[in-house]
């Protein structure tokens, strides 16, 4: 049973560069989600995906980021015009929601992050 | 507005110590989910156990344990004779229907577990 995988681990870019993270959730999952943890700090949400769905998205995802799932399985997270403020660890989750009511959604898994440095 | 507190920064414990970590939460939902996750130096987030708002039992498994108190809003966690391999830093989470509709998780702000030999 794979879990959730992220590429890449670590990123490295300089300001004003453009870049583009990728999950893929565990198989079977319908929802994936993608947060964003800063140092010493808990993870915060940014967005959801039920399927190809994006269905909620955080106030803290401003208009240079941007995510998809085009078929529903893996997801893209891009940064346009990174800033320095964008450093972080970005941590994609899955979960199984078998029934699409929400309060059957099963836990959310997550991957083991990607690292981004804006230099 | 739902919010997890995490007041313990940091704990140090020697090997075979036990060790509890605070967790209280706030939510004005009757219908809630809580967890807690682990986060070992990799960086990959280890799912522990999620608990619903109905189920005041506690639990254990193994070395942990996990005690949900309505009353007092708290949902701590126990570690045993803890080991060096538990040397991590642990998030309480919560989610509810009214503010997230089971979806998004609200971290704390984790708790930094140093157990040395």
């Known amino acids: 049973d794979t879990g959730v995988s992220q590429n890449p681990r670590h990123k490295i870019t300089k300001r004003g560069q453009n870049v583009t993270f990728r999950c893929d959730p565990i198989?079977?999952?319908?929802?994936l989600y993608w947060y964003r943890q800063t140092l010493g700090q808990g993870p915060e949400f940014l967005t959801y995906f039920q399927n190809e769905a994006q269905l909620e998205k955080s106030r803290l995802l401003s208009d240079r980021f941007s995510a998809e799932r085009p078929k529903g399985s893996f997801s893209t997270l891009e940064i346009q015009r990174t800033e320095q403020g964008d450093s972080a660890m970005y941590l994609c989750?899955?979960?199984?929601?078998?029934?699409?009511?929400?309060?059957?959604?099963?836990?959310?898994?997550f991957g083991d992050g990607t690292r981004l440095s804006i230099l | 507005a739902q919010k997890v507190t995490q007041a313990q920064t940091e704990i140090s414990v020697v090997e075979k110590e036990d060790v509890t970590l605070d967790c209280v939460y706030e939510t004005r939902d009757t219908t809630y989910y809580l967890f807690w996750y682990k986060q070992p130096p990799s960086g990959e987030l280890v799912f522990l156990i999620r608990r619903n708002s109905f189920d005041e039992q506690n639990e254990i498994s193994g070395r942990y344990s996990w005690n949900f108190q309505k009353s007092t809003s708290s949902f701590n966690f126990t570690i045993t004779a803890s080991q060096v391999v538990d040397s991590a830093v642990y998030f309480c989470a919560l989610s509810d229907g009214m503010n997230t509709g089971f979806q998004k998780l609200v971290f704390g702000t984790g708790t930094r577990l140093l157990v040395s030999p």
């Open positions: 198989s079977e999952h319908n929802r």
């Open positions: 989750a899955s979960s199984l929601d078998p029934t699409g009511r929400a309060y059957s959604n099963q836990p959310q898994h």
